[in-house]
C-alpha cells in the first residue's frame, strides 16, 4: 500500500528502530504543509521538540522562523523535518546507527512531498542529504542538484546563536535561497 502522511506518522509514532526509543518522550515527525515545495532538515529534535513533538520550537527555532520570514516564509509554506526523529541524549550529534535506522523516514516524507527546494540545517543534515564529505564552513549556500531538487545547506540555527560572525554569510545564503525560490517555486514570489 502506498503511504500516505496519516499511515506514515501513525508507523513512525511506533519506531523502535534504535536506543533513542526508549529516552524520547515524543517522536518528532516532522511539521508544516503538505504540500510544501520547500523541505528544511535538521539533525534532530532538542529537548524542546522533544517535549512538544514538533520541530524547531526551542530557541533555535524561533530563530529558523525568523531567518524564515526574512525571506518571506514561514511554517506553513515548508515543511520542517530531522534526520532522527526523536532526541539524541544531550543534544549529542545523531550516530550512524542511529542515522542509519531513521533515514527510511526522512525518505518516505520526502517521496511525499516531492519537493523542489531542500534546506539542510547545518552539517549532519547536509552530509546526510547533499554528500558524505560535505564542509559546512566551506559550502554553505552553495547549490547542488539530485534528481531534479535543488538542494543547498545553512548553518544550524543552533550555530548561529552560538557564534553571530557567521551571521552575514547566512543572510547571503538567506538571499540566495530566496533568489532560487523565486526562480523555481513560483507559487512563494
Request: net charge neutral; hydrophobic share 40%; aromatic share 6%.
Amino acid at each position: 500500500m502506498a503511504d500516505t502522511w496519516e499511515h506514515l506518522k501513525q508507523d513512525c509514532m511506533q519506531c523502535r528502530g534504535c536506543a533513542l526509543a526508549d529516552t524520547r518522550t515524543h517522536v518528532v515527525f516532522g511539521d508544516g504543509a503538505t504540500d510544501a515545495e520547500i523541505l528544511l532538515v535538521g539533525e534532530g529534535p532538542g529537548q524542546r521538540e522533544d517535549e512538544q513533538g514538533i520541530p524547531f520550537v526551542g530557541k533555535a527555532g524561533l530563530f529558523l522562523d525568523d531567518m524564515l520570514e526574512m525571506i518571506g516564509l514561514d511554517r506553513s509554506k515548508v515543511y520542517i523535518a530531522n534526520i532522527v526523529k526523536c532526541r539524541p541524549p544531550q543534544n549529542r550529534d545523531p550516530l550512524n546507527v542511529e542515522q542509519d535506522a531513521c533515514i527510511g523516514w526522512l525518505r518516505r516524507q520526502t517521496a511525499l512531498l516531492r519537493p523542489k527546494i531542500i534546506i539542510c540545517l547545518g552539517r549532519i543534515a547536509a552530509k546526510v542529504i547533499i554528500k558524505e564529505d560535505f564542509k559546512i564552513t566551506a559550502e554553505h549556500g552553495r547549490w547542488f542538484e539530485r534528481g531534479g531538487v535543488q538542494m543547498t545547506a545553512i548553518y544550524h540555527p543552533s550555530a548561529l546563536l552560538r557564534d553571530v560572525s557567521k551571521r552575514p554569510e547566512t543572510f547571503e545564503d538567506l538571499k540566495s535561497i530566496q533568489t532560487k525560490i523565486r526562480e523555481i517555486c513560483p507559487v512563494h514570489s
